[in-house]
């Protein structure tokens, strides 16, 4: 089905499948289901909500940032050559 229906277009879908197999569309999913689809959604219901994990501490800045980024950027610059 596609998935931007009306009701009016559920209806029809539901009138052209019990035409079309002979019985309802709900008998049909409920050969499928082990229990009837109504206690499916009831259960479904009642089991409890997936637990978020809680997020990860971002690390609080680095007070002596700029002298380790001097420190850093000294020990990559490039050498000087000596003239010989």
């Given at each position: 089905?596609?998935?931007?229906?009306?009701?009016y277009d559920?209806?029809?879908?539901?009138?052209?499948?019990?035409?079309?197999?002979?019985?309802?569309?709900?008998?049909?999913?409920?050969?499928?289901?082990?229990?009837?689809?109504?206690?499916?959604?009831?259960?479904?219901?009642?089991?409890?909500?997936?637990?978020?994990?809680?997020?990860?501490?971002?690390?609080?800045?680095?007070?002596?940032?700029?002298?380790?980024?001097?420190?850093?950027?000294?020990?990559?610059?490039?050498?000087?050559?000596?003239?010989?």
């Amino acid at each position: 089905m596609p998935a931007d229906l009306t009701p009016y277009d559920t209806d029809l879908y539901a009138a052209l499948i019990a035409e079309r197999y002979g019985r309802p569309l709900a008998d049909i999913l409920q050969e499928a289901a082990p229990r009837p689809v109504q206690e499916l959604l009831k259960e479904q219901r009642r089991r409890p909500a997936k637990t978020r994990r809680p997020p990860t501490p971002i690390p609080s800045p680095d007070p002596n940032a700029a002298e380790h980024c001097a420190i850093a950027y000294a020990a990559t610059a490039p050498r000087r050559r000596r003239n010989t």
